[in-house]
């Protein structure tokens, strides 16, 4: 399988335990991004990478979130003290990131389902 | 970004025809149409994107106004796998000076394929 892979797929804590998901993309793309989806809503961007560089946050990414991609392949997403409305699915995505003068497309995972008791 | 307006939700009969809608009128002249659906447990899957000019691809056709403030896609033999939420979202090229933040999604449309 050479798509976007995302663990673990449910993650189930309680209300200020620490999460970490992780996200593999696909092996040649220079971008990855991470999404929050909640019932009903689209997807909301949360933040994206080029190659290793943390290149764009949003005002959704509070203190309590961080992102890593530390050699420019996998990436992580912690949430510290998580809170109830931390509750939504976690997507990732990727791309390739290197053409010039055209349009990208993204490629997402299915996502990590997080719940919080 | 431009904001987009979407139906809610729609139907249409498995093997017919899927006109999907999707209103920009704020658009300008540097932001694409892009169309993603987003099947239930899976995450958003690319479909197609334009600037100007019709487009077509294995999966669909995409087809832009003259005046560019509306689009429609268009699922040429809808089948009951296409039932899913279709977002329209426009936005700068990535490499037209828009930056490379993501895309932003709206609420969709919810097609329904009926059997």
């Known amino acids: 399988d050479t798509g976007v892979s995302q663990n673990p797929r449910h993650k189930i804590t309680k209300r200020g335990q620490n999460v970490t998901f992780r996200c593999d993309p696909i092996?040649?793309?220079?971008?990855l991004y991470w999404y929050r989806q909640t019932l009903g809503q689209g997807p909301e961007f949360l933040t994206y990478?080029?190659?290793?560089?943390?290149?764009?946050k949003s005002r959704l990414l509070s203190d309590r979130f961080s992102a890593e991609r530390p050699k420019g392949s996998f990436s992580t997403l912690e949430i510290q003290r998580t809170e109830q409305g931390d509750s939504a699915m976690y997507l990732c995505?990727?791309?390739?990131?290197?053409?010039?003068?055209?349009?990208?497309?993204?490629?997402f995972g299915s996502g990590t389902q997080l719940s919080v008791l | 970004d431009a904001k987009t307006t979407q139906p809610p939700s729609m139907d249409c009969a498995e093997g017919r025809a899927a006109n999907l809608p999707c209103n920009h009128s704020?658009?300008?002249?540097?932001?694409?149409v892009y169309w993603y659906r987003q099947i239930h447990s899976q995450g958003p899957q690319y479909i197609i994107h334009?600037?100007?000019n019709n487009e077509t691809n294995e999966m669909a056709s995409l087809i832009i106004t003259e005046d560019r403030k509306s689009s429609t896609l268009i699922l040429p033999h809808a089948t009951l796998r296409d039932t899913a939420v279709y977002y329209c979202?426009?936005?700068?090229?990535?490499?037209?000076?828009?930056?490379?933040?993501?895309?932003?999604f709206g609420k969709g449309t919810h097609l329904i394929i009926q059997p």
């Open positions: 995505a990727s791309s390739l990131g290197q053409e010039m003068g055209t349009n990208e497309k993204l490629f």
């Open positions: 092996s040649e793309h220079n971008r």
């Open positions: 990478f080029q190659n290793e560089a943390q290149l764009e």
């Open positions: 704020t658009i300008s002249g540097n932001e694409y």
């Open positions: 334009g600037l100007k």
């Open positions: 979202i426009v936005r700068v090229g990535m490499y037209s000076g828009g930056g490379a933040d993501g895309l932003t």
